[in-house]
């Protein structure tokens, strides 16, 4: 198995300043694990890594994709892994950073994706019935087909309604729960470091970060994606940073309540965020807030990691 080493946790943490200096002690190139990081013209509403820090340690699969297309995570599973093989064909050092759950698990585990249907008629069957009835007849449909897909899927997540629908459409008698079939990828030996900090510093963050992002051009970005033909309804745009500024510009809100949201809807993303990692039962977690600054932090992290690889 090859060793990857992997940095997780919630937004605002400190992710990108800590995988750097870890790559950068451990000769390692970094694997973006960011699921708006890897949009072209998306740059401060992701919080991208600097030029100046992607000069330092080199990047994989961050600021490449068209935010007009769909990416689907099995499209990121497909980069990464070829990402990770190229780093360990240099000799190097993977290193995994960022935030978005189901892209770790992607890597982490040995997950199968199915491919989508054909079928276009009966997709758009299930399209037409979610535009006139709602997601949640959808759901209807799905718990007399299968109960436990039903209980699985959240009545409002309209996609993922019709890939099961879907799914069982096609043949299959179940749709198996996402957890219930995946077990650790046999290719990797990931040692994984999770960061946190006191929740009252963590939120500071994340209000603080909020406030540099908007006085660095937030809004600006924006139209300037919607000038693109870019709306709500496209997934790149879905994204906390995003949605709350095109609320802005189509008069749902003002800017200030606009901004407000941006900030309420990332300490609730972090939330969840430390939930997900914190299933991990092999993460190795560090409280920021227990050192007297990142630095001491990072010479904790580096001087484990050294007895680990």
């Not at 935030?99 to 491919?115: A, C, K, Q, W």
């Amino acid at each position: 198995m090859d060793k990857i080493i992997v940095i997780a946790g919630p937004t605002a943490v400190g992710k990108t300043k800590f995988a750097i200096a870890i790559a950068e002690k451990f000769n390692a190139e970094i694997v973006s694990c960011d699921s708006m990081q890897l949009y072209k013209y998306m740059d401060i509403g992701s919080a991208k890594p600097t030029e100046e820090e992607m000069a330092r340690v080199k990047h994989h699969l961050v600021d490449f994709a068209d935010p007009r297309e769909d990416f689907s995570v099995a499209r990121y599973q497909q980069l990464a892994k070829k990402a990770i093989r190229n780093i360990l064909e240099k000799g190097k050092l993977p290193l995994i950073s960022g935030g978005t759950g189901l892209y770790l698990n992607s890597i982490l585990y040995d997950m199968e994706f199915s491919p989508h249907s054909k079928d276009t008629y009966y997709r758009e069957k299930l399209e037409k019935i979610a535009e006139a009835k709602g997601s949640r007849e959808l759901h209807r449909m799905l718990a007399e087909l299968d109960a436990d897909a039903a209980e699985e899927i959240h009545p409002n997540n309209k996609k993922r309604l019709i890939r099961a629908l879907e799914r069982l459409n096609e043949g299959e008698e179940h749709v198996k729960p996402f957890r219930g079939i995946c077990r650790e990828n046999p290719e990797y030996d990931a040692i994984l470091i999770g960061l946190t900090r006191n929740r009252e510093e963590l939120y500071d963050r994340i209000n603080r970060r909020v406030d540099e992002l908007v006085s660095e051009g937030l809004f600006k970005e924006v139209e300037k994606l919607m000038d693109m033909g870019l709306t709500s309804e496209d997934i790149s745009m879905k994204g906390i940073g995003y949605k709350e500024i095109i609320d802005y510009f189509t008069g749902v809100c003002d800017a200030e309540t606009a901004i407000d949201n941006v900030k309420k809807n990332t300490r609730h993303y972090a939330k969840k965020q430390l939930t997900w990692f914190r299933r991990y039962d092999k993460m190795n977690w560090y409280n920021i807030s227990d050192f007297r600054n990142d630095e001491e932090a990072a010479e904790e992290i580096s001087l484990w990691l050294e007895k680990k690889i």
